[in-house]
């Protein structure tokens, strides 16, 4: 595939993708099977394109809009979380399926790693009946969930929501989502859907999956050959970027003390994302990427603090420097 010119900064970010309930128990060391293992258990919001676009209003950018589809039974909490992080949420209201519920099980060891176990619910129920063009006015960049991918409803979505995107030259990036059902997906299957897509977003893992090559920054170069911007998250090693082939940045990790690694990697994406519509090369908005997962990895759940604590925090933050 040729490379498409990047659209200049500015414009509102639109992501469409899952909203979802969290569960997440922190425990330290194995799990004991057929008994008990201590742990402090917590309910939050997540889904990885509510937690990109809090992130995106996070990090400045002004005018973040969500499309997703949850059950009634949570519609009003999800939607004051998504409006109490700065972003304007359409929610569609499943009427047969229940919001989608992620058990995360975080090892409270050194690299506070996460396993997920999934329900996805009523956020892989979104179809392109729940889509409007007029969701792109004002809109500056379209970020889709690859968890969209992995529904019939979703990918008939992801083709109708970047075919306007491309009608209107808004530019398209993709997360992968999730190494385990991009294997069930199949990389061909996957590579032919990301055919409009102007910027991917893989982890690692993710990386070596859709190419078959071990070395990280060969996988990022090959992808950057089917997909024109590739940026590589690499967690605690940063981020690769690539274009046309080539690894044109290696982008160092800021020094972070895990709490929790959830949602780390949308938190890098909606920085990233906030960062191109100010103009940002793809470098430097890979800096600002690294910067927030960071700050993510040391929070419990997917989501920054609320736009009002975070205002209070910097509050406090000033008069004690006063």
Same mark, same amino acid.
């Given at each position: 595939?040729?490379?498409?010119? &990047? /659209? ?17 128990? *922190? ?25 990109? =676009? ?10 973040? *809009? ?6 009634? &039974? ?6 004051? &979380? ?45 179809? !392109? ?37 491309? =009608? ?15 294997? &069930? ?16 977003? !893989? ?28 940026? =590589? ?16 940045? *290696? ?9 929790? /690694? ?6 890098? /994406? ?12 793809? =470098? ?9 997962? #960071? ?7 997917? *989501? ?14 000033? #008069?004690?420097?006063?």
């Amino acid at each position: 595939m040729t490379g498409r010119p &990047e /659209t200049p900064g500015g414009g509102g970010l639109l992501v469409v993708g899952d909203v979802v309930t969290d569960v997440v128990a *922190r425990h330290r060391g194995p799990l004991a099977p057929g008994t008990d293992t201590a742990s402090v258990i917590r309910t939050l919001p997540g889904g990885a394109g509510a937690n990109v =676009a809090c992130w995106a209003a996070y990090r400045g950018c002004p005018d973040v *809009r969500l499309l997703g589809r949850v059950g009634a &039974e949570a519609a009003a909490w999800h939607e004051r &979380e998504l409006i109490a992080c700065g972003v304007r949420p359409r929610l569609v209201i499943d009427p047969h399926a229940a919001t989608g519920t992620v058990i995360c099980l975080v090892d409270t060891g050194a690299a506070a790693e996460r396993t997920f176990l999934t329900d996805s619910g009523a956020s892989l129920r979104l179809d !392109p009946d729940d889509w409007s063009d007029a969701l792109l006015d004002g809109v500056g960049r379209l970020h889709l969930s690859g968890y969209l991918l992995f529904s019939r409803t979703g990918r008939a979505l992801v083709r109708t929501a970047a075919a306007a995107a491309r =009608a209107r030259g808004v530019p398209v990036s993709l997360d992968p989502a999730s190494a385990g059902f991009l294997a &069930e997906l199949g990389v061909d299957r996957f590579l032919t859907l990301v055919e409009q897509v102007d910027v991917l977003l !893989p982890s690692r893992d993710e990386a070596v999956l859709l190419t078959g090559l071990s070395d990280p920054a060969q996988a990022a170069a090959e992808l950057s050959r089917h997909v024109p911007l590739v940026v =590589a998250k690499h967690g605690p090693d940063g981020a690769l970027v690539a274009r046309d082939g080539v690894v044109l940045a *290696r982008v160092p990790a800021v020094a972070a003390t895990p709490t929790d /690694t959830t949602g780390a990697g949308d938190a890098f /994406t909606g920085a990233f994302l906030a960062a191109l519509l100010t103009g940002a090369d793809p =470098a430097a908005a890979a800096a600002q990427g690294c910067r927030a997962g #960071a700050v993510a990895v040391e929070r419990v759940g997917g *989501r920054p603090p609320a736009l009002a604590d975070a205002t209070a925090a910097t509050t406090t933050r000033t #008069a004690h420097v006063r």
